[in-house]
């Protein structure tokens, strides 16, 4: 069973010329989004992998159709690969089936896998060089010196701790926490 995916990345640009070359190639079912490259959520891509079953192919125009980043549309194709479903595309010839397209896929993902510990590498060293600029990294903290402040009112007004903590917007365990490192000699 061939199941299509086509995507547009924009709402004036005509997906057609997609449909026409994967129901020519003989696509059961074909999927579509119209979504920018950036765009996390696509329905399409979504039904089109969740249709497809072991023995079964998922077919696009272009390779680059798949994926926003060759990173991300290598791991859709070795996912595939682990689930028994083959992947080809149309215009580069690209075909897990054949001996050729196997040793491509084995490329692209050596070459996938090396760029994902390099980005890595990157995203380190870069929270590294802010943490020694003395800049936070992470997310920024749930308890604030204002709420903290708040915090400290409430309980000496009599408030409980969990009642303290849900009247600031935070978890009991966050506010003890805070509490007891503030105490802590």
């Known amino acids: 069973m061939l199941i299509g995916y086509a995507r547009v990345s924009s709402e004036d640009q005509n997906p057609e010329y997609q449909l026409d070359a994967l129901n020519a190639a003989g ?6 989004d119209r979504a920018t490259g950036s765009t996390y959520d696509r329905a399409g891509l979504d039904q089109a992998l969740a249709a497809l079953v072991p023995g079964s192919t998922l077919v696009v125009w272009k390779l680059d159709r798949v994926g926003r980043s060759m990173l991300e549309t290598v791991r859709i194709i070795v996912d595939l690969d682990r ?41 380190r060293e870069g929270m590294k060089a802010a943490r020694r600029r003395g800049k936070h990294v992470g997310r920024p903290p749930t308890l604030t010196p204002e709420k903290l402040d708040l915090a400290h009112r409430l309980l000496a007004d009599g408030k409980g701790r969990a009642a303290t903590a849900r009247a600031i917007g935070v978890d009991p365990a966050t506010l003890r926490r805070h509490l007891n490192s503030r105490t802590a000699p």
């Open 83 to 123: 689930r028994g479903i083959e992947f080809r595309s149309l215009t580069e010839s690209f075909d897990t089936k054949t001996p050729l397209g196997r040793g491509v896929l084995g490329l692209f993902a050596a070459v996938a896998e090396d760029e994902l510990h390099r980005l890595k590498a990157r995203t």
């Open 27 to 32: 696509c059961s079912q074909v999927f579509q």
